[in-house]
């Protein structure tokens, strides 16, 4: 069993930053990829960016650059960097664990989920 607690979401403005951070727990931590989703209101849910047990990072083609995905395995946390924030990143993030060696952002794969944390970008 794993289990994934996110925090570092809140409201922030138009072009700031905001670093979110999920903590993992459980066995064998460092054979699973992690990964940070998000779901706007009336939207599906979307892969943002993952790290694979091997360190490989993916990314969402909204990405472009602005986030940065990056995990500690000694420390067993998994960070999200984002700047220039817009709007349109509005959402619930939510850490999430598979097993196995791939790591692509496919809301299916995942076996495990936190329970999100709220990002609000305003204007």
């Known amino acids: 069993q794993v289990h994934l607690v996110e925090s570092g979401g809140g409201l922030v403005q138009v072009g700031d930053s905001l670093t979110l951070s999920c903590s993992v727990s459980?066995?064998?931590?460092?054979?699973?990829?992690l990964a940070w989703f998000r779901q706007a209101p009336r939207k599906e849910r979307e892969g943002v960016g993952s790290?694979?047990?091997?360190?490989?990072?993916f990314y969402g083609e909204f990405v472009k650059g602005r986030f940065t995905v990056s995990r500690d395995f000694l420390k067993k946390t998994l960070t999200l960097q984002m700047n220039r924030l817009r709007p349109e990143d509005t959402a619930i993030y939510y850490c999430?664990?598979?097993?196995?060696?791939?790591?692509?952002?496919?809301?299916?794969?995942?076996?495990?989920w936190g329970q999100g944390t709220q990002v609000t970008v305003s204007t």
């Open positions: 459980g066995r064998d931590i460092d054979w699973y990829a």
């Open positions: 999430a664990a598979r097993q196995g060696v791939g790591a692509r952002l496919y809301v299916t794969d995942f076996d495990y």
């Open positions: 790290v694979s047990r091997y360190n490989m990072t």
